[in-house]
């Protein structure tokens, strides 16, 4: 069983938590500059692709990705495997996802206030 991490944000020996598909294609995205495809033939697969975003192009690596609960959650096994891949660290990974969770949601107001002199 894996343990999960005691808050939203990864320490340096957290391990990598479960996520939500859409999550982690996202991040990708975001972070790695990874793309992704869903595949429709099958409902629980992802296809990750990196650049330059062509799997017949040599050296393009890409990934099949499959998806649990549905096809909404993605494993740490699976992400490990989508690292390595890309040859990207776990520490990598660690600051991506902190990144990506310590900014306020979109459209809400910030935290920061002022006091009127």
């Known amino acids: 069983m894996t343990r999960q ?11 990598i938590p479960e996520m939500d598909l859409s999550e982690f294609i ?3 995205r975001a972070a790695f ?4 495809e869903l595949i429709p ?11 330059p975003y062509n799997s017949f192009v040599e050296g393009c690596k890409s990934i ?15 992400i490990k495997q989508v690292l390595s891949k890309f040859d990207l660290t776990e520490n990598a990974f660690r600051e991506a ?8 949601p979109q459209g ?3 935290t920061t206030t002022t006091r009127p002199n």
């Open 108 to 110: 809400s107001p910030s």
């Open 26 to 28: 996202q991040l990708m």
């Open 64 to 78: 099949g990705v499959m998806a649990h609960n549905r096809g909404t959650r993605v494993s740490p096994h699976h």
């Open 41 to 51: 033939e099958k409902p629980y697969f992802v296809r990750l692709i990196g650049a």
């Open 33 to 36: 500059d990874v793309a992704s």
């Open 5 to 15: 991490p005691k808050s939203n944000l990864l320490g340096p020996h957290d391990p």
């Open 97 to 104: 996802y902190n990144a990506a969770h310590d900014q306020p």
